[in-house]
């Protein structure tokens, strides 16, 4: 008898432990297409991740892009365009773990540099992106036809644009 509500226990201990991990995972990601609302929400609790990645992302010299279509491989998908033209650098250990779970785990696109801002876009469709921003010297991100805009304070936006 003992035995037998020993592995019922257990077994229902496992079975939570389970579905404690799948829920974790279902709302730990973001949509694809999240809303306005929820991209700031997001924002507002992950904004660590994103400030110590614009902040490593900022001392690099020349504008960088990271892809998620081109790869897996964290260590080998860093480009920098510099007047020399686009080389590969190694993406820091300091930034690392940063970057792979903005493009892997929370389904970011890709992460570039253009001009003063850093975007980090969550959805892009033909011709239109759904981005957060960060403005390297704090004036606001130069806009193209724009369907959204905020300012997010401390150099942050939320940009949805051409």
């Avoid at 790869?71 to 930034?95: H, P, Q, Y």
């Amino acid at each position: 008898m003992k035995k037998k509500f020993m592995i019922t226990i257990t077994c229902t201990f496992i079975f939570l432990c389970i579905i404690g991990v799948i829920a974790i995972n279902l709302f730990s990601n973001l949509p694809e297409n999240p809303s306005k609302e929820t991209l700031i929400s997001f924002f507002i609790e992950n904004s660590t991740i994103f400030n110590e990645t614009a902040k490593y992302l900022k001392e690099i010299e020349g504008d960088v892009f990271i892809r998620k279509n081109d790869g897996e491989n964290i260590d080998s998908i860093g480009k920098i365009n510099t007047k020399d033209g686009i080389v590969s650098f190694s993406i820091g250990e300091r930034a690392k773990d940063h970057i792979y779970k903005l493009l892997y785990k929370y389904g970011f696109e890709n992460i570039y540099e253009e001009q003063h801002c850093i975007y980090f876009v969550k959805y892009s469709g033909f011709q239109w992106h759904k981005s957060l921003v960060y403005s390297k010297n704090g004036n606001a991100p130069p806009l193209n036809r724009k369907r959204d805009f905020a300012e997010l304070g401390d150099g942050w936006y939320y940009y949805e644009g051409e």
